[in-house]
């Protein structure tokens, strides 16, 4: 979020000079409009001479130009302190993109060396079960390991998505059939952690995608909201056409909401509320629906839960 900066103060105290001039220049030029309307009465009861008239219509006319003129000015002042808070924006945009494409690299590079001895480890546990006896301690400890070998595995794939993204194959798709899919691989977890799912989709205008890609968002997603809403929780599954033509997908939970200060912080690479999240789940989902031209955005609703909601845009003609 962009933090007030200094740099804006002079605008905004020219702004407010400005304003004064005008209110200062626009009360007396009310009054001197009702002195031209009871001197021009005055003239043409009573005949008088009509040079009074002139100074001062000369004067109003004046008054009038350089109100116009400070009032252009204020314009011009507020039109230069919006171009500069877009600027700071885009400034901040970039040293994002900065950090996440060093944060990319140094991903990557880490998840190449772990991939290597992992896969080497993973062959000789598979050894050492053969050797062993199946109902002995040892086979067990194995079954362990080989658990949290796994773990770290899919931190290295997660790493190197993220490290390496891949381009999205686009296709036409329509987007409820790919949720549905992921709702349903998602539901046996869900049970077993005690949440209601429930979908309420409506049709939907179709967009250009990759199915596999918009799948891994809306599992991420899910089982996210399954550690927030269990146990005995809800979580609400919605499809909705946009306004713009495009499709939307909003996933709501029952969990505790989201900190309003953390609701971009989360899609920060490697930031994690949970003991045991890796804080790439999401800065994943972000840049996967940033190289499909959509949204995603985390709301949080204080006691009544959090939601996700994500947009992709109108399937284009030449498509």
Excluded: C, Y
């Amino acid at each position: 979020m962009s933090r007030p900066d200094s740099s804006t103060a002079p605008l905004r105290e020219l702004r407010r000079q400005m304003h004064i001039i005008w209110v200062s220049i626009a009360i007396p030029a009310f009054v001197l409009v009702i002195v031209l309307w009871w001197m021009g009465s005055i003239v043409i009861e009573h005949a008088l001479a009509l040079h009074w008239l002139i100074p001062v219509a000369a004067v109003l006319i004046i008054v009038g130009a350089i109100a116009l003129g400070v009032e252009r000015v204020h314009r011009i002042a507020q039109q230069l302190e919006e171009r500069e808070r877009q600027l700071r924006s885009a400034h901040e945009q970039l040293i994002t993109v900065d950090r996440l494409a060093s944060a990319g690299m140094m991903a990557a590079s880490i998840a190449h060396e772990v991939n290597n001895p992992l896969t080497t480890i993973k062959i000789l546990i598979h050894a050492l079960r053969e050797q062993i006896p199946k109902a002995s301690q040892g086979t067990a400890d194995l079954e362990v390991i080989r658990g949290e070998i796994d773990k770290i595995s899919t931190l290295v794939l997660r790493l190197m998505q993220f490290g390496r993204p891949t381009e999205p194959e686009l296709i036409l798709v329509d987007l409820n059939p790919t949720l549905g899919r992921v709702v349903e691989l998602i539901r046996p977890k869900a049970a077993q952690e005690r949440v209601e799912v429930v979908e309420q989709h409506a049709p939907l205008p179709s967009v250009m995608a990759d199915p596999a890609q918009l799948g891994q968002v809306f599992l991420n997603i899910l089982l996210n909201a399954i550690d927030a809403a269990s146990p005995g929780g809800t979580i609400r599954v919605s499809s909705h056409a946009n306004s713009d033509g495009g499709a939307g997908v909003t996933f709501w939970n029952s969990g505790p909401g989201l900190d309003p200060a953390l609701q971009e912080e989360i899609f920060e690479p490697f930031f994690t509320t949970k003991a045991t999240g890796t804080g790439l789940g999401l800065p994943i989902a972000r840049m996967i629906m940033e190289r499909h031209g959509g949204t995603i955005h985390a709301i949080g609703h204080g006691e009544h839960g959090t939601s996700f909601r994500i947009t992709l845009p109108k399937a284009q003609k030449d498509h």
